[in-house]
């Protein structure tokens, strides 16, 4: 017996099974993990019915059924599985003080689902629920009654989106470009001063244009009053479930339905547009409502950004350590530095990215370049720039490991053959050697993409922020503004789900900004590993 328990020991089988366990385990967690994410994250845009809730005591509670629970040591010898509870998403902030509340179920008399109420969505103070008792225009009762007044809602609705949008095209294009052009011409003015030329015909010109800039400033910012006083004429007098009115401006409102009387096609025409609205709207209330699209701009941007910079540098040193570096102990060495290098935490590289990136280099290009703009920082404050360069000093080593890996497939007969056709060495690896090892580039482009798309500590110290002023692409020259901050998905996930003012009425958008990033790993992943399939197709001679 102990001689069979030796054998099968030796056998590895016993370790066999406990790495195949694992792997299965590790495997229906992260499954887990994904299917709630998507189960909270895709339920989200679904305009869910609006219960009425008739309790015991003659009030009424309505809202969006959340979940429901067994409240906790309320087991009685009468009730041993103990008394639940139904958690209501109620709304209406601005007339309760919170968007959610418990109710006991034993409280609950009766439920019902009138068709007649509706779920507002709101720029401020979030959802409202409850019944339209009238709408007024120019300060005159417009309709009266539910369904009066919701057929004369719909037309203000799309009436002062439309401003909005105007509203929103004049700030940002208009009232933008000018103020673009009167910072160009201040720090014009400002670096002919410095050079001591601040009283000649140069700067008593652009002094002009700058007084023309504010004169047209002043026009656009009143046109930009007039159309936020639109906004203002109309008004809806809603009522919650106690018949509480409240008056609230149609410029307020984003959308109005009526989840209750909406049939399937209905539904799923509504789950397209929130899923639209999300993926292409600026947040609002501190990020739990509204849309993601600068912080999804900001990762992809972010992303490319470090695939462009860590590429190069990993191939060249790669390239450098295999085909060129006499090997010996400096270059043993140096494999291990890098290699060590990739288990860094990644708050260290952030420190790195802040005290070199930020104030050395930044504050060096400040001074030569942008003298004139100081002590306001241009590029010497966190931006997108610095972030994506410390996101490739922290990947870095994945590509020239993975570099490596590849280049050591490439048979040396290609090498030998190249070189005996009359190819230098240089011509053989451009043209020969680096297209065999492609695949194996683009295995460390994909790992380096995978990791550095989910960091967040690293940007929270080089340049990302909670909400940007401005994306890092716009109409003005350069066009491109590397020192720009911007947003990144994985930093809203934790500045709704630990800064947030309101965190139940943000989790929602936790779950979708969740679900979001994972597609845009998956996304970029699935990019890279179609090029590096098409590539290893081509070179297919070259594995061994």
Not at 3 to 13: H, L, M, P, Q
Not at 400 to 407: F, N, P, Q, R, S
Not at 494 to 507: I, R, T
């Amino acid at each position: 017996m102990p001689g069979r328990i030796r054998k099968f020991f030796a056998s590895g089988t016993l370790f066999v099974w406990f790495c195949g366990t694992a792997v299965a385990a590790s495997l229906l967690m992260v499954g887990g993990v994904l299917a709630l994410i998507m189960i909270n994250g895709l339920g989200f845009f679904w305009p869910h019915a609006l219960l009425e809730l008739h309790l015991t005591d003659g009030t009424r509670v309505l809202g969006e059924l959340k979940n429901e629970e067994v409240i906790p040591h309320s087991a009685t010898p009468a009730a041993p599985e103990g008394r639940t509870r139904v958690r209501m998403k109620i709304g209406n902030r601005d007339l309760y003080g919170l968007d959610f509340r418990w109710i006991d179920r034993a409280r609950i008399a009766s439920v019902s689902t009138p068709p007649a109420v509706v779920a507002v969505e709101r720029r401020e103070w979030g959802n409202f629920y409850g019944r339209i008792r009238r709408v007024e225009r120019g300060g005159r009762v417009a309709a009266s009654g539910n369904d009066e007044g919701w057929r004369a809602l719909q037309p203000l609705i799309a009436r002062v989106n439309a401003l909005h949008d105007d509203a929103a095209r004049l700030q940002r294009d208009v009232i933008g470009g000018i103020n673009y052009d009167l910072e160009d011409a201040r720090l014009a003015i400002r670096k002919l001063e410095l050079a001591g030329r601040g009283g000649g015909r140069e700067a008593a010109a652009l002094q002009a244009s700058r007084q023309q800039l504010e004169r047209r400033y002043q026009e656009q910012v009143d046109a930009l009053r007039a159309l936020s006083d639109q906004l203002d004429d109309d008004a809806v007098v809603l009522a919650d479930a106690d018949g509480r009115e409240l008056r609230l401006p149609v410029g307020q409102i984003v959308r109005a339905r009526r989840p209750n009387a909406m049939n399937v096609w209905d539904k799923l025409l509504a789950y397209a547009v929130n899923f639209h609205a999300v993926l292409s709207e600026e947040p609002r209330e501190a990020n739990t409502e509204g849309g993601i699209f600068p912080a999804l701009f900001g990762t992809v941007m972010m992303v490319l950004l470090m695939s462009v910079a860590v590429a190069p540098f990993g191939v060249l040193a790669a390239f450098y350590l295999r085909e060129y570096a006499r090997q010996g102990p400096v270059v043993r060495m140096v494999r291990v530095a890098v290699n060590n290098l990739a288990g860094v935490p990644s708050i260290v590289f952030g420190v790195f990215g802040l005290g070199f990136f930020v104030y050395t280099v930044g504050g060096t290009i400040d001074e030569l370049l942008y003298a004139e703009a100081l002590p306001a920082p241009t590029f010497g404050t966190g931006g997108i720039l610095w972030a994506s360069l410390t996101l490739a000093l922290m990947t870095v080593p994945v590509v020239i490991v993975a570099t490596e890996e590849g280049l050591a497939a490439v048979p040396r007969e290609y090498r030998e053959g190249a070189l005996a056709l009359g190819a230098t060495k240089l011509e053989s690896m451009i043209r020969v050697i680096l297209p065999c090892a492609l695949p194996g580039v683009l295995t460390g482009l994909i790992l380096a993409v995978a990791r550095a798309t989910g960091e967040v500590a690293p940007l929270m110290l080089t340049g990302v922020v909670k909400l940007a002023p401005a994306l890092p692409v716009d109409g003005h020259f350069p066009f491109l503004h590397l020192e720009r901050k911007f947003m990144h998905l994985g930093f809203h996930i934790f500045d709704m789900g630990f800064q947030s003012p309101n965190v139940e009425a943000a989790k929602p958008m936790v779950y979708v900004t969740a679900l979001i990033l994972i597609v845009v790993v998956i996304a970029l992943n699935l990019s890279a590993i179609a090029l590096r399939n098409h590539m290893r197709k081509r070179f297919r001679p070259s594995a061994v």
